[in-house]
């Protein structure tokens, strides 16, 4: 089926380094939203791409859609303690009516 | 405004069990989505409610159903309970109809089968 291939799985680094995080699919995507969980939380949703080549930023945070709209990625500058938990991207494949969710990557901070 | 809200928070049954889950979504909204999210497997789709009608259904046996009421409230029900159901269940709304638009989800009932 549909898969949504996200890497790395972990990364650790110290607190105040860059941290990135990718996400691909086989196959052309709607939309890819990405959420954030804290430890012990549940997702929140923090973006969502729509157009081929999309760049948006949140403060620290930079998202960007792929021109194929196959693939995305999040990059963090200058991590924070705060940004510590597992961030997932999820894609709508065209023509399905649902999100496919990548595995997350699980980003841990030393301070 | 309120956020998604789930019971119960925490569950233990045992193998070949039954077990309801319930999930009230944020006021307004009508569709309501349901994942399984497990350390091996992530987060799964389940199935989507939009006015009491699952519009969409993700690939889990038969033994996962659910359905929605006219306020939105939603149930999740797993029947003949296995091992490998153990997991985190989470709902999420949405004010419009598509398991494709923002979740908003809620805190999550965490299923344990002994």
């Known amino acids: 089926g549909q898969q949504v291939m996200q890497i790395p799985q972990y990364q650790h680094v110290q607190e105040g380094e860059d941290f990135t995080t990718y996400c691909n699919s086989s196959?052309?995507?709607?939309?890819i939203q990405w959420y954030k969980q804290r430890p012990g939380g549940h997702p929140v949703f923090l973006i969502q791409?729509?157009?081929?080549?999309e760049v948006k930023k949140q403060k620290r945070l930079t998202f960007q859609f792929g021109e194929a709209k196959k693939n995305s990625s999040l990059h963090i500058t200058a991590t924070q303690t705060t940004d510590v938990g597992t961030y997932f991207c999820?894609?709508?494949?065209?023509?399905?009516?649902?999100?496919?969710f990548g595995q997350g990557t699980r980003l841990t901070i030393n301070p | 405004k309120a956020g998604v809200t789930q019971t119960p928070r925490y569950l233990i049954k045992t193998r070949g069990q039954q077990v309801t889950l319930s999930c009230s979504p944020i006021?307004?909204?009508?569709?309501v989505s349901w994942y399984q999210q497990t350390p091996g497997q992530g987060l799964q789709f389940l199935f989507e409610?939009?006015?009491?009608?699952?519009?969409n259904k993700g690939n889990f046996p038969g033994r996962f159903s659910g359905r929605q009421f006219s306020n939105s409230r939603s149930e999740m029900n797993v029947s003949t309970l296995e091992l490998g159901d153990s997991a985190l269940y989470l709902c999420?709304?949405?004010?419009?109809?598509?398991?494709?638009?923002?979740?908003?989800f809620g805190p999550g009932t965490r299923l344990t089968v002994l």
């Open positions: 999420a709304s949405t004010p419009l109809a598509g398991a494709y638009n923002e979740q908003f």
């Open positions: 791409l729509v157009k081929s080549g």
């Open positions: 196959t052309t995507l709607s939309n």
């Open positions: 409610y939009f006015s009491e009608t699952q519009r």
């Open positions: 006021s307004g909204h009508r569709s």
């Open positions: 999820a894609g709508k494949v065209q023509g399905a009516q649902k999100l496919v």
